[in-house]
């Protein structure tokens, strides 16, 4: 038998596949055949700064009857559409998923500013969360923000949530960073436990006979997971953080090149919503077979086994193997 334990945020888990943020998540009934499935973990879907900021506004509004500012305000709020369970909902959720099931649950609160809505870290905390991921999305479309700007505001989210819960915090972040590995030791300073890499950016597409912009959700393959993959073995060693890989784990392959590349946990969601619950049985058992095939007695023998740690310039690294790529290229019609 190999030894698939792994730790992630302090937490020991049975082994390295945790369910990441979706509507999987959303019902209770659902977390529970996820962890008869095998995950070691899940993270709840996301509670929007959004969220709970439209229901303040909806208390100012009763509060303040008759002022247009109601009004004004929600024309800058999407409509919710499915993430419309108020933010005290979500903390019941928690809870009763929490009772539920005896794998670690995190909860997940998505935004970038500062403020009030930020007390939701410790209702999750208290609803008995195992750890809370901090999700920022945020796409700098304003041409004087700065990357430094970008990063400092960021920053001082985290600082903020940080010492509002003692439970870990995790922080899942978009690819685009000028400079990620110092961004990510600033995150680990700021007191961050885990990074988790990456969120996938939902591109929209246009609707040229409608002449309309359409939100256009791909679910992810395996080919997704080179990005996560990468940076994975570039940061692993280097920032006083775990690490979760989140993009393409569809296959036992794709979760074992995560824990070579140094993740302390694969974690995974469009496997599960192409293929089912049985994703997760088939890609435990897949790990296992090649484990023992290829004779690894446990994850942490094998974790960063095939990272950049023993590479002295990991960026010369780069540029060579990215020049070797180019050049291993033949076009027969050329
Ligand atoms: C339908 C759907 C809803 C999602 N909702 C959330 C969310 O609320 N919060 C979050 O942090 N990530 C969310 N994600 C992102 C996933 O957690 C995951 O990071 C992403 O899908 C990449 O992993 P995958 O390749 O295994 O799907 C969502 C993904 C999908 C497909």
Redesign the pocket.
Known sequence: MVDLTTTYLGLKLKNPLVA?????TEKVENVKRMEEAGVSAI?M??L?EEQIIHESLELDYFLNQGTESFAESLTYFPNMGR?TLAPDKYIERLERTKKAVSIPVLG?L?GVSTGGWTSYARKIQDAGADGL?L?M?YLPTDIDMTSDLLEQTYLRLVSDIRSTVKIPLAV?LAPYFTALPNFAKRLADAGVDGL?L???F?QPDMDLENLEVVPN?V???SN??RLPLRWIAILYGKVKADLAL?????TAEDALKALMAGANVA???????KSGMQAVPSILKGMEEWMVAHEYESVTQMRGSMSQGAVADPAAFERANYMKVLNSFNPEFV
Do not use: C, Q, W
Not at 246 to 250: D, K, L, W
Not at 267 to 273: E, F, G, R, V
């Open positions: 990441s943020s979706s509507p999987l993270v879907y996301s929007f993430y997940s998505n991921e999700n999305y899942k988790v990456f969120n996938r939902y959700l679910l992810s393959s997704d997971l989140t993009s393409g784990v569809h974690m995974t969601t469009s496997a599960i919503l």
